[in-house]
């Protein structure tokens, strides 16, 4: 089966890095959110993006164009997947949110469209058990920020045939990914280690073990990290770790992914990292400075 045209639903940070690298790869790309501002922002991040290659003259401005031009900014999820070949789902962290946006999308989009999701840690065979094609369900997860990072997980739900597979593995190969096949469990194979991860830096700020900045140096210094645990922890987005977390103590009836009172406080106040402006670091100067807990 040939892909020719895929749906990213969400144009937040993952879905328009999405966008990005499956338009750069030659595909038709329709990105889909729900409401005009998130289209434009997304929109304009891939224009960011494709600039710095620009600048650094890995791309030209002709390629530029035509990746912006082969991506449609849309609103209704109907018209996102009507003559879809793949979905790939790209859409915040709840659960029923994504059963219910599976059931429409099963309802609009071609019988023969395969149905990706890029959840970090939701059962695969859960969403894939609302539609009516379990057999071409399947998690295709990246890593933020796309453009850059070299993987994507592929993850088989209960139904998943190696077909689909298959199609999956090429499409990422397309957009310049490297692929582990996992089957599932929650987080998968990167997160089942990096949240817990950075949890346990939390936990030693949170007993005073040191200071935010020196655990980062201490991480990225000590074990060649490109980004400290604290740093990462505000680039994922404290939400979304917290979200994992919570979802692993349900999955796992196991205490040892519990999650930092500190954690679930700062999201509580609202820092959840780079995109709300303060984490572990505050984002309101020229440069991030570390917060003190
Ligand atoms: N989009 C496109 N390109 C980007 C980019 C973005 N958002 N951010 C950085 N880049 C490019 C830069 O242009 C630069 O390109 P060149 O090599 O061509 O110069 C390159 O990436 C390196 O960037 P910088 O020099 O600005 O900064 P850096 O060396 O510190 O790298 C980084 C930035 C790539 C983000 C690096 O710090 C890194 O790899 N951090 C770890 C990221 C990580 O662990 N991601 C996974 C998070 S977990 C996840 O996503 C899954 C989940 O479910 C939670």
Same mark, same amino acid.
């Given at each position: ?6 749906a990213v639903?969400?144009a937040?940070?993952?879905g328009n890095?999405?966008a990005?690298?499956?338009a750069?790869?030659?595909? =038709?790309v329709s990105m889909r959110d @729900?409401d005009q501002k998130f289209v434009d922002k997304g929109m304009a991040?891939i224009k960011? &993006? ?13 390629? $530029?164009?035509?990746?912006l031009?082969?991506i449609t900014g849309v609103l209704d999820?109907?018209e996102a ?6 979905? @790939? ?14 059931? =429409?999308?099963?309802?609009?989009? #071609? ?32 890593? &933020? #920020? ?37 089957? =599932? ?16 830096? @939390? ?20 074990? &060649? ?6 740093? $990462? ?26 999650? #930092? ?26 440069? #991030? =400075?570390? &917060?003190?807990?």
């Amino acid at each position: 089966m040939e892909i020719k045209k895929i749906a990213v639903l969400g144009a937040g940070q993952m879905g328009n890095g999405i966008a990005h690298v499956c338009a750069q790869a030659g595909y =038709e790309v329709s990105m889909r959110d @729900i409401d005009q501002k998130f289209v434009d922002k997304g929109m304009a991040t891939i224009k960011k &993006n494709l600039e710095r290659g620009l600048k650094k003259e890995r791309i030209t401005q002709e390629e $530029l164009d035509t990746t912006l031009g082969r991506i449609t900014g849309v609103l209704d999820l109907k018209e996102a997947v009507k003559d879809a070949d793949l979905v @790939i789902e790209a859409i915040p962290e709840i659960v029923n949110l994504k059963l219910d946006t599976w059931r =429409e999308v099963d309802e609009s989009a #071609p019988e023969h469209a395969i149905l990706a999701s890029n959840t970090s840690s939701i059962s695969i065979t859960q969403m894939a058990a609302v539609t009516k094609r379990p057999e071409k369900f399947i998690g295709m997860h990246f890593f &933020n #920020p796309v453009p850059v990072m070299g993987l994507v997980e592929i993850i088989k739900g209960q139904a998943t045939t190696d077909d689909t597979v298959k199609v999956i593995k090429e499409v990422s190969h397309k957009v310049g990914k490297k692929t582990v096949l996992v089957n =599932e469990a929650p987080g998968f194979a990167v997160n089942r280690l990096l949240v817990p991860a950075i949890n346990e830096a @939390i936990f030693a700020i949170q007993e005073g073990v040191a200071t935010v900045e020196d655990m980062d140096l201490a991480i990225k210094l000590g074990l &060649n990290w490109p980004m400290g645990p604290l740093t $990462l922890a505000d680039f994922v987005g404290l939400d979304t770790l917290l979200y994992i977390s919570d979802y692993f103590v349900d999955e796992f009836k196991d205490g040892k992914y519990r999650a #930092p009172a500190l954690l679930r406080k700062m999201v509580r106040a609202g820092w959840v990292g780079r995109k709300s402006g303060m984490g572990f670091y505050d984002y309101s100067g020229e440069t #991030p =400075e570390p &917060n003190r807990f």
